[in-house]
């Protein structure tokens, strides 16, 4: 009885493809911050064909004047989304996007709202790393993931690009202060909004989840520029990965990452002790157990930073 279903069941099944029911694909939405700030708060997993790349937080912001979104999502296949979870909260156009990352799922929707007539803006220094790393996004593993859900992306940067390392721009009387982070990859930045207490942190801040440093990221960068925002000290932390935070959690969960990095590890490595022990030593601590990829990650980190310091 069962046998002679299947065939009905997979008939069903391809019917519903076209569809796409409830629970195939991750909808995302976007809470609020605070006032006129949201978050669309990703999945703290990887980038799966179901959460199509949107692994990652992204900010939205009404100004009167239109939306400004932070970070554009992983392509062509988000944008509808993002589209619909801004919708939900406003019915402003989205007039201006912000890049504050280089990693392909804070980019690679450029293109898609560059169409529907945003105006992209990013640091030089961002879309220079962007342009860096875009041969090696679009067939990372991101498409892997994606597989025709990547269809239709195309790498696209910045219509205005900010010279420096800070810069300030206004949209309504909003005003959002930029500074470039160049932590989790080259190129990454942070952005501030004074009058709500705000600072979306890109890759520099994950919370719920250990931080990934890549064979590019920089761990001293990560810690000067955690000092930064310690010293803006917002009431509100939006980071790159995990939920809506206050910088206890944040400082928590990878400020004193990054010092236990660059403090411990490093300093282990310009002090020559040989890199097994110190990998061995420090492979279970309390202070970050707790976070999600801990077990993935946390050797790998420690080794690449290890490695880094030793050529310093
Ligand atoms: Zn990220």
């Known amino acids: 009885m069962l046998r002679s279903m299947l065939p009905l069941l997979g008939l069903v099944g391809l019917l519903f493809t076209g569809l796409a029911p409830a629970g195939s694909t991750y909808e995302p939405t976007a809470e ?3 006032e006129n700030v949201y978050a669309i708060i990703g999945p703290t997993d990887a980038r799966t064909y179901k959460n199509h790349g949107m692994n990652a937080n992204y900010g939205v912001i009404t ?6 979104l932070i970070d554009s999502g992983p392509g062509a296949f988000s944008g509808p989304y993002i589209e619909r979870a801004v919708a939900a909260v406003s019915d402003e156009p989205i007039r201006w996007v912000i890049n504050i ?3 392909d799922h804070r980019w690679l929707g450029n293109d898609f709202f560059q169409r529907q007539g945003a105006e992209v803006i990013a640091f030089e220094q961002t879309v220079k790393a962007q342009e860096r790393f875009a041969d090696q996004h679009m067939v990372g593993r991101l498409p892997a993931a994606l597989g025709e859900r990547f269809d239709g992306t195309r790498p696209a940067y910045a219509d205005r690009r900010l010279e420096g390392d800070t810069a300030s ?3 309504g009387g909003v005003n959002i202060e930029l500074s470039l982070t160049d932590a989790h990859f080259p190129g990454d930045a942070m952005a501030y909004l004074p009058q709500s207490d705000v600072a979306f942190t890109g890759d520099l801040v994950y919370v719920d989840r250990l931080l990934g440093i890549h064979p590019w990221s920089d761990p001293r960068n990560g810690l000067a ?10 009431a509100f932390v939006v980071p790159g990965h995990g939920r809506v935070s206050d910088m206890a959690r944040a400082r928590r969960d990878s400020g004193a990452y990054y010092d236990f990095l660059v403090n411990t590890i490093g300093q282990a490595a310009r002090d020559f002790e040989p890199m097994s022990e110190v990998l061995d030593k420090y492979e279970d601590l309390d202070a970050f157990r707790h976070l999600e990829h801990y077990e993935d990650w946390h050797r790998t980190n420690m080794n690449r930073t290890f490695v880094q310091f030793e050529s310093l």
Do not use: K, M, S
């Open 101 to 103: 990352g280089v990693q």
């Open 63 to 68: 100004t009167g004047e239109g939306v400004i």
């Open 225 to 234: 520029a955690f000092e930064r925002l310690e010293a803006i000290d917002p």
């Open 169 to 171: 721009v206004t949209l």
């Open 32 to 34: 609020q911050v605070t």
